[in-house]
């Protein structure tokens, strides 16, 4: 799969819930309808936590998500689309 | 030879009126029902002063905002503690003294107990240090979080009342309600929560 392209990273790594998602929409939120935000978390939850985002909030879609290894840590990875 | 011209059929004037009163019928209801639809809110009772409970409430509330949802937040009882800003002995009674130097709050030196293995605020330390440690937002910085992403913050009238808790002693933030503004924000919401 290639990499989505995005318009803005968040880095919320090392943040617990329900920082990661709190943090996110927060960001889009200035961002521009139509652009992607992509987030980097360690937060296990943040995976399940973004889908649910994504199905409850009207404004946003969840384009990719993808786990990195990055020195022994995971990193999940969310590209968030506002779409309104 | 007769011809027979066959009219073609017009609808009776009758049954245009009894259309046009079922449409209005079917209006009327449907604005009605519009009316008992959800709003996208959470609504939350606040009960417990605990941190761990209290911890559980914000994070939800936090949670719920992130998501969009509208959250109202009912504080009552020991959860009123959660909101103070201030303790103030000024105009109490003794009861209500005791009750201020007894109970945990934000503003007490002990500050708030765990709902379990607290050990005389033993547990609760400990268990503040491993957030610490783990990064988790503190109950202190989830009640700012709340109130800036625009939770409704209700405090219970009764409750304070028979505390003996002014409003002055709250976050500014707090509005005195009844149960029946508790139940108004309840019943136009699809999750309420009693912490």
């Known amino acids: 799969m290639s990499t989505p392209s995005f318009d803005q990273e968040l880095d919320v790594r090392g943040l617990n819930c329900p920082m990661p998602l709190v943090k996110a929409r927060q960001t889009i939120l200035k961002m521009q309808p139509g652009q992607v935000l992509k987030v980097l978390a360690t937060d296990r939850g943040s995976v399940k936590d973004f889908q649910g985002w994504a199905r409850t909030a009207k404004n946003v879609q969840l384009v990719a998500q993808e786990e990195v290894q990055e020195n022994g840590n995971t990193i999940f990875v969310h590209y968030v689309k506002r779409t309104s | 030879m007769a011809v027979t011209v066959q009219a073609f059929p017009q609808p009776a004037e009758a049954d245009v009126a009894t259309l046009q009163a079922r449409v209005e019928q079917l209006e009327a209801q449907l604005a009605e029902l519009a009316e008992r639809v959800p ?118 009238a009764m409750s304070q009342h028979v505390m003996g808790i002014s409003q002055e002693e709250l976050r500014d933030s707090a509005e005195e309600a009844g149960v029946a503004g508790f139940l108004a924000d309840a019943l136009k919401s699809r999750v309420t929560l009693f912490i």
């Open chain 2, 39 to 156: 709003e996208d809110r959470v609504t939350i009772v606040v009960f417990s002063g605990e941190l761990d409970r209290l911890l559980a409430a914000f994070i939800i509330a936090t949670g719920a905002l992130a998501l969009g949802q509208e959250v109202s937040m009912f504080f009552t009882f020991w959860g009123l503690n959660a909101i103070r800003k201030k303790r103030s002995f000024e105009g109490k009674s003794l009861m209500e003294k005791m009750l201020d130097v007894m109970t945990a709050s934000p503003v007490a030196p002990a500050g708030m107990g765990l709902s379990r293995m607290n050990f005389f605020g033993i547990g609760a330390a400990m268990m503040k240090q491993m957030m610490r440690q783990k990064n988790v937002e503190t109950l202190d910085d989830l009640i700012t979080l709340a109130e800036e992403m625009g939770a409704t913050i209700y405090s219970c």
